[in-house]
T-cell receptor, first 114, second 110 residues
Framework: NAGVTQTPKFRVLKTGQSMTLLCAQD?????MYWYRQDPGMGLRLIHY???????AKGEVPDGYNVSRLKKQNFLLGLESAAPSQTSVYFC?????????????FGSGTRLTVV | DQQVKQNSPSLSVQEGRISILNCDYT??????FLWYKKYPAEGPTFLIS???IKDKNEDGRFTVFLNKSAKHLSLHIVPSQPGDSAVYFC?????????WGAGTKLIIKP
């Protein structure tokens, strides 16, 4: 009964380093999303996927790339980390349109770029 | 340009009383509105949603009201319990995207 699992939970990067955040869901959901949350702000959509092999840009996609090679996994990559990417990152999945079913979220990854 | 606004950063309510959380939006094209609850170090948890064609939806202690003419929705929690202390986010859905408010921290006092 895992739901949505994010790894790692915490990470500190130096400016210019790269990393990949992994999101895995075991609910057979078609839709998956990556969000970032910054202090005093709501969640902002980075990228999303409506099915295996598909990805699309959200509100704040610059500096990030994603891949959905398998239905259950959604990877978020930072090619060259910048201090502005210090944030808490949340992955989510949904069965259908989020309005009707809501999202299931992971517990987040706290990333600090120094 | 914030499309979804929660103007109260925090709200304190006595246990057993009603908690009312408010949210305003600017875009008439939103299809659904949702409320999420978030505890520290956890992801948001879906609470309740309402379609843009309805004006009320109820689920146990939680009721969401939608006033389309005022572009305003509210979440009522009755009665408020200590476990309701959390940050509540309002979100609006359109075209695969959820637009989120900044959240309201609800504190339930014993």
């Amino acid at each position: 009964n895992a739901g949505v699992t994010q790894t790692p939970k915490f990470r500190v990067l130096k400016t210019g380093q790269s990393m990949t955040l992994l999101c895995a869901q075991d609910m057979n959901h078609e839709y998956m999303y990556w969000y970032r949350q910054d202090p005093g702000m709501g969640l902002r959509l980075i990228h999303y996927s409506v099915g295996e092999g598909t990805t699309a840009k959200g509100e704040v996609p610059d500096g990030y790339n994603v891949s959905r090679l398998k239905k259950q996994n959604f990877l978020l990559g930072l090619e060259s980390a910048a201090p502005s990417q210090t944030s808490v990152y949340f992955c989510a999945s949904s069965y259908g349109a989020a309005g009707m079913y809501g999202y299931t979220f992971g517990s987040g990854t706290r990333l600090t770029v120094v | 340009d914030q499309q979804v606004k929660q103007n109260s950063p925090s709200l304190s309510v006595q246990e057993g009383r009603i908690s009312i959380l408010n949210c305003d939006y600017t875009n008439s094209m939103f299809d659904y509105f949702l409320w999420y609850k978030k505890y520290p170090a956890e992801g948001p948890t879906f609470l309740i949603s309402i379609s843009s064609i309805k004006d009320k939806n109820e689920d146990g202690r939680f009721t969401v009201f939608l006033n389309k003419s005022a572009k305003h929705l509210s979440l009522h929690i009755v009665p408020s319990q200590p476990g309701d202390s959390a940050v509540y986010f309002c979100a609006a859905y359109s075209n695969y995207q959820l637009i989120w408010g900044a959240g309201t921290k609800l504190i339930i006092k014993p």
